[in-house]
């Protein structure tokens, strides 16, 4: 578990086989480290944990709860009445907007589902639903990077970043932190850098199709000609770095070399979904166009992950629905529902969901007054996001919103709780994952953040 006080650099490694960005070892306490173990290397956690490893179904844009997971019966009996004076934050010319879809009990713990989602439905009993979500700002970008990053204020690490800092990785040929064809219209790079962490643990970003890890095969040498040609460039550095006494920079660099060296081998062909059964590939929705492109990546999410990564993220875009939300919150869950089922499914019959936690949600949610006739505005003080496995209690919710699903009310979750709680789940204390830059422990939750204890397992 780290702790520990490091600078920050990036690297670029280009050995004839492809490009990669990495850090190596920097100093701890002053002092330049000696050559040590792989900084991705597997490490154990402060107390033992329920998961070993996180993938976040990213929902860009901010779904509306109110069409998803928090029902809210009083909203349907307003429907069409003036908002003004109906929960904090009401808007005096917009009118009240009921749910445009229905809702069910759903499982054997009767979670109430919106029709939108019937085969994340009948996962119903392994959710955790968080509908007490609350964060600081209303706007994409800062709410997008505070969830990503706990902060706003300037460029901090991301949570993908900070969790394989603190523990690593489950696999020696691939990085700890992947991320799946990320949004780069909002937050960009900062959603999955490592900022003043050393870069060895930032995001690899990943794209779909044959290409989807750029520059990772060598057209021009074997494998047998690369580790030859990479042999004698590791022993002048080993050579150089014997003689300048340690330097972090040289050390990040043979790291760097190494790792690329062994994910041009490991990386094809775990992300290669053609070796998955037909039977698997129906399960994701890959043989219907709506759901190929998501149920792609969460396919892809859960090869990553079996094979080490311990962190995933995956990315839907175009939540945003200011208008039109109607049909276009129904073909953003038809793309999604049964990819997200079909994951869930495939985890829990690998008896990987136990030790897997699964996240779903977006920056924020929506308003419960409409914006014109079919449209919602952004709404930060109140939403909802889920959880499932990893050591989560499933088939309950936990949290609450007003009456009409404006304001978190009660057990409410700030994004630093979120971040707090998912740390916990990974056997870390949040309060002592701390880097040392620029003469201050910094820390994913800043100096905020509280384990919501009802939701463990």
Not at 355 to 378: A, C, I, K, N
Request: glycine share 12%; proline share 5%; hydrophobic share 35%.
């Amino acid at each position: 578990m780290r702790c520990l006080s490091r600078r920050d650099a990036l690297y670029t490694a280009s050995c004839g086989f492809g490009y990669l960005a990495l850090a190596g070892l920097s100093t701890q306490n002053g002092l330049a480290a000696t050559p040590g173990p792989n900084p991705l290397a597997s490490r154990p956690s402060h107390f033992p944990a329920r998961a070993k490893r996180v993938i976040f179904l990213f929902m860009q844009g901010g779904p509306s709860h109110h069409e998803t997971f928090d029902y809210k019966p009083e909203l349907i009996r307003l429907d069409g009445q003036q908002a003004a004076g109906s929960y904090p934050g009401a808007r005096s010319k917009e009118k009240l907007l009921g749910p445009r879809f229905g809702f069910a009990p759903r499982g054997e713990s009767g979670l109430m589902i919106s029709e939108l989602f019937p085969h994340v439905a009948e996962h119903a009993d392994d959710l955790c639903l968080l509908n007490g979500m609350h964060t600081d700002n209303p706007a994409h970008p800062q709410a997008t990077i505070m969830l990503h990053t706990g902060s706003v204020n300037f460029v901090r690490p991301s949570m993908g970043a900070w969790i394989t800092y603190g523990l690593g990785t489950l696999s020696e040929n691939l990085p700890g932190f992947v991320t799946i064809n990320p949004a780069t219209n909002v937050g960009g790079a900062q959603n999955y850098g490592s900022a003043f962490l050393p870069a060895t643990y930032q995001g690899s970003r990943v794209g779909l199709g044959r290409d989807a890890l750029r520059d990772i095969r060598n057209s021009e040498m074997a494998r047998r000609d690369q580790r030859r040609q990479l042999d004698l460039v590791q022993s002048l550095n080993r050579s150089l770095l014997e003689r300048v006494e340690g330097n972090p920079e040289l050390e990040g660099v043979i790291e760097s070399y190494e790792l690329a060296f062994r994910m041009q081998f490991a990386a094809p062909e775990v992300m290669d979904i053609s070796r998955e059964p037909d039977s698997v590939r129906r399960r994701y929705g890959l043989d219907r166009k709506a759901t190929e492109g998501f149920g792609t990546q969460c396919l892809m999410a859960r090869r990553l992950a079996e094979a080490g990564v311990r962190f995933v993220q995956v990315t839907h875009r175009g939540w945003d629905q200011h208008n039109n939300l109607t049909n276009k919150l129904a073909e953003n869950c038809a793309q999604t529902d049964q990819p997200i089922a079909g994951l869930l499914s495939d985890l829990k019959e690998r008896g990987l969901l136990e030790d897997t936690l699964v996240l779903w949600g977006g920056e924020f949610g929506r308003s419960p007054d409409g914006q014109g006739p079919d449209g919602r505005r952004h709404n930060n003080r109140g939403y909802s996001m889920w959880m499932a496995g990893g050591g989560v209690r499933g088939g309950m919710s936990y949290g609450a919103t007003d009456p009409l699903g404006g304001v978190a009310v009660e057990d409410k979750m700030h994004t630093h709780d979120l971040h707090a709680t998912i740390l916990h789940l990974l056997g870390i204390d949040h309060t002592k994952l701390t880097y040392r830059y620029a003469g201050r422990d910094f820390r994913l939750t800043d100096v905020y953040g509280e384990v919501a204890r009802r939701v463990l397992g």
